[in-house]
């Protein structure tokens, strides 16, 4: 197993992280704990020594089986991490009374990683003025937390300013090769790395679309590596920056278990023809992008009630990976038939407001013509 050396802290994890928010389920929503016991026990016994879970994984449910399984293995062989809701938190007290329902839960007296979650501009800067990050701090001292770090979705300048805020222990971005320029991306990755704070990296496989290609695209990783699933190249392209210290993956069967361990057993960077590779590949998908609606939402609301930034968002996504299955919840569900780009009466009042000067009406017909045809349904 492939491990990292995080020199700032003295410790050593294992490069692929277990993140328990994607565990099998029933039917009614539960965790199939049998299962999920069978695959994290795999794991462990594989070299995997980081486990990621949070408070509000599996509606509760996370830290609770978490805790339970673990127990039954030495504390001292594992780096457990989970995260304060910082949504949870209206009071200062509210942070101890979330942290001791943790370590119950977690069945541990001490979280090795504990981070603020989720963090953005707005959300940390209540943190701080409320005095969270500092009573963190003294929870630390008191050896309750090992280490103090956070997880971040927000554009680089909020990023900017949270790492600046104080010296942080590690932190956990989301990155992978089709998001290098979104949120945190490739310049936070950078800022970190000369800052000397270690990252763990969320969504290498950006929820597994990049694991599930259409013939053309998943035909040119082939060439690459015919014995190699198409979600390796996702992790090992991640893996490859030396400045990462854990990825994490939320498995949710036994062979995402075996082939993430694959990966990381024998690791390999990518090749210098890999990498060139990709960036023909990332350039391919972005040029399937339909129109240029950057979801600045000048154009709402719609008089229709047209849901018009999302619609694009849907098109777009579904024409650059080709798969109807990534954006069938969004199209079928979250818009439904009352937010869809058929109910567009043409007023053209959106058309004048968007600032990227879009045909948008014209557009949104071609939306529906494509969704409801479904040519990449598979």
């Known amino acids: 197993m492939e491990k990292r050396r995080l020199e700032k802290l003295g410790i050593e994890t294992s490069l692929l992280g277990f ?27 594989a070299g995997v020594n980081y486990i990621d879970t949070a408070y509000p994984y599996h509606d509760g449910q996370s830290e609770p089986f978490v805790g339970k399984v673990m127990s039954k293995y030495d504390r001292n062989s594992y780096h457990l991490a989970t995260k304060l809701p910082c949504w949870h938190v209206n009071a200062l007290e509210d ?67 949270i790492l600046s805020y104080r010296e942080w222990d590690f932190c956990q971005i989301q990155l992978n090769y089709m998001d290098a ?36 695209i998943t035909g040119r990783f082939r060439e690459l590596d015919p014995q190699a699933s198409v979600a390796s190249f996702a992790l090992r392209w991640v893996g490859s920056l030396p400045n990462v210290k854990v990825i994490l993956s939320g498995m949710s069967t036994m062979g995402q278990v075996e082939d993430n361990l694959k990966t990381f057993e024998e690791f390999r960077p990518l090749s210098e023809r890999e990498s060139k590779e990709i960036d023909q ?18 154009c709402m609301p719609c008089p229709a009630g047209v849901d018009i930034p999302g619609n694009f968002r849907i098109w777009n996504t579904y024409h650059m990976y080709q798969n109807y299955n990534m954006v069938k919840g969004g199209w079928e569900n979250r818009l439904g038939d009352a937010k869809q780009a058929k109910n567009c009466v043409k007023c053209g009042k959106c058309e ?21 045809k479904k040519e990449f349904a598979f």
């Open 281 to 298: 590949i990332v350039a391919l998908i972005k040029g399937r992008v339909r129109n240029g609606c950057t979801g600045c939402g000048y």
């Open 19 to 45: 993140g328990c928010m994607r565990f099998p389920v029933t039917a009614e929503g539960k965790i199939r704990e049998p299962e999920a016991e069978e695959m994290m026990d795999r794991a462990i016994e």
């Open 95 to 161: 942070v101890d009374r979330i942290f001791s329902e943790q370590l119950s839960r977690l069945r541990t007296d001490y979280i090795d990683f504990y981070l603020m979650h989720a963090l953005n501009r707005d959300s940390f800067r209540k943190m701080a003025e409320m005095g969270c990050v500092k009573r963190l701090e003294e929870l630390k001292a008191q050896g309750k937390i090992k280490y103090l770090g956070f997880s971040f979705h927000d554009g680089y300048d909020a990023f900017e300013e």
């Open 352 to 372: 004048k407001a968007c600032p990227q000067k879009l045909h948008i009406r014209e557009d949104l017909t071609k939306v529906q013509e494509d969704m409801e």
């Open 181 to 216: 320029d979104q949120q945190a991306g490739m310049k936070g990755y950078k800022l970190a790395e000369e800052r000397q704070v270690p990252l763990v990296i969320m969504e290498p496989v950006k929820g597994g679309t990049l694991a599930a290609y259409a013939d053309d």
